[in-house]
């Protein structure tokens, strides 16, 4: 499968004087892993809530086409069935819904009317992957993301990416929170989520989740745009050097930062 962005320009939907996506074209297949690194407030969250939907973002210009379908045209849970997953930067808790009836639930919206998920390879699984991100047995009885620590609630959105097998997974700044230990077991299990029916874009500003990740592709979005593809090399010379040499080759270095856009619950194409 492919996921293709071509020229999306995105703003604000309470001030859409002002576009934060400036033309940012991105092209993603399944069997890769892309990395999007990048300075704060430059457009990389933004990025990641406008494929997902995101009311509050409007999409001016440009398309995102899911295997050539527009994926403007698809709300956020069609979105969702069609295969993309969003681990959210700021997960939020949900009391009085367990882990694993919300998971169970999301596996069966998937599923073709009459089919059921089996119960048994359900919890099999389940309890699997809660072991694998070395989380406590009870997880799956406790509610979403409640006293949960930011770590916890991180690798619960992996629990959830490994559960439902997505096609595409944005992961937003999921290393965020993540005490060293903890980084090395969300990285495992990002990576050993590599098939040539999953792609990924990991969304970070910092190298230390890539030392556990094969990405196959590494990406600078500055001043709303992708500026610079490569491959880890990237990841090296922003590690060494930062973005600075970069600021100053595009004549971006008296650029000021916006201000970081606050992520809500989930961009619409802008209407006539």
Sequence with gaps: MRLEIKDLHVSI???QSKEILKGLSLTVNTGEMHAIMGPNGNGKSTLAATIMGNPKYVVTSGEILLDGKNL????VDERSR?????AMQNPMEISGVTNADFIKSAMQTRLSEGEHVPLFKFIKALDKSVADLKMNPDLPQRYINEGFSG???????ILQMKMLKPHF?????????LDVDALKIVGENINNMASPDFGSIVITHYQRLLDYIDVSHVHILMDGKIVRSGGKELITKIDQDGYDWLKLELGLEDMEEPKKAVLGVCGAKKTK
């Excluded at 069609?82 to 969003?86: C, M, P, R, Y």
């Excluded at 770590?151 to 959105?157: Q, T």
């Design 72 to 75: 403007l045209k698809m709300s």
């Design 13 to 15: 939907l309470d001030d």
């Design 151 to 157: 770590g916890e609630k991180k690798r619960n959105e």
């Design 169 to 177: 997974a944005i992961l937003d700044e999921i290393d965020s929170g």
């Design 82 to 86: 069609a295969g993309i997953f969003l």
